[in-house]
């Protein structure tokens, strides 16, 4: 898939809602993100920092920066969670994933602002990602956590995710779960707009 172009972006944002209703506007990065996004991730706690990155930074590299706002650039997209403040737009969370076609898996990480912490962020972005993944055609979606990372443990668990050993790395803990989003409860913009294009596609629908 190709990078996605930047003036179709905005139609792919889906609205969800924390514990107790604060709506948040969740939308792929975009180049106008760049001073934000690397702010956001300055104002996270050491630990989440590290939690996130698996390291002690204190900010995205350039590189690694310029990778997150690339959206769609080799089935890697970046998400972010936004809501109003004093009129402007801040970023609460972000999310990354990566589509690997060849196993039809989606693979993700995430991070939550911790001043909303345990607010139902997390809960709510990952049943997002899920419909992502089912838009995409995965049939699994993973990811990998520190095992020092209780929070993301228990909130995986939650989810319904199964714990395996990480491949390669001791510290680490991979999460697994099938795909059970049905088509027609699809709860994300992406994939209805999928969904759509698919029929535009099918011969029936031009008949
Ligand atoms: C892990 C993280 C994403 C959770 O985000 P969140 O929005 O606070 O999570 P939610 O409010 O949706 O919590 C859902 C469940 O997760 C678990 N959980 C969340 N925070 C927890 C904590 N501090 N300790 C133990 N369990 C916790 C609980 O089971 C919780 O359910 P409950 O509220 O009914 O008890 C957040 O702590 C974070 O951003 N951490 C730093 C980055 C990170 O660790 N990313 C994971 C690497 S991929």
């Known amino acids: 898939m190709s990078i996605l172009r930047l003036e179709d972006l905005k139609q792919y944002s889906d609205r969800l809602r ?14 106008r993100d760049t001073e934000e996004f690397q702010h956001y991730v300055r104002s996270l706690s050491t630990r989440s920092r590290y939690n996130r990155f698996f390291g002690a930074i204190s900010e ?20 972010v969670a936004t809501m109003m403040v004093d009129g402007f737009e801040a970023i609460v969370a972000e999310a990354r994933y990566a589509f690997h076609a060849e196993t039809a898996t989606l693979e993700f990480g995430l991070s939550v602002d911790d001043r909303w912490h345990g607010h139902g962020i997390a809960t709510a972005l990952m049943k997002n990602l ?6 995409l055609g995965a ?5 990998d956590t520190l ?7 228990s909130l995986a668990r939650k989810a319904g995710f199964a714990f395996v050993n990480h491949p ?27 969904a759509l294009s698919r029929q535009a596609d099918s011969p029936s629908a031009t008949a």
């Open 18 to 31: 924390t514990r107790d209703g604060t709506a948040l506007n969740v939308r792929f990065v975009e180049p």
């Open 60 to 79: 995205l590299p350039q590189g690694l920066l310029h990778d997150f706002l690339r959206v769609g650039e080799g089935e890697r997209f970046t998400i």
């Open 130 to 135: 899920e419909c992502r993944a089912a838009a």
């Open 139 to 143: 049939e699994h979606m993973f990811g």
């Open 147 to 153: 095992r020092s990372n209780d929070a993301m443990v």
């Open 168 to 194: 390669d790395d001791w510290k680490l803990v991979r999460f697994d779960k099938e795909i059970s989003v049905a088509p027609k409860d699809i709860p994300c913009a992406s994939w209805r707009l999928a």
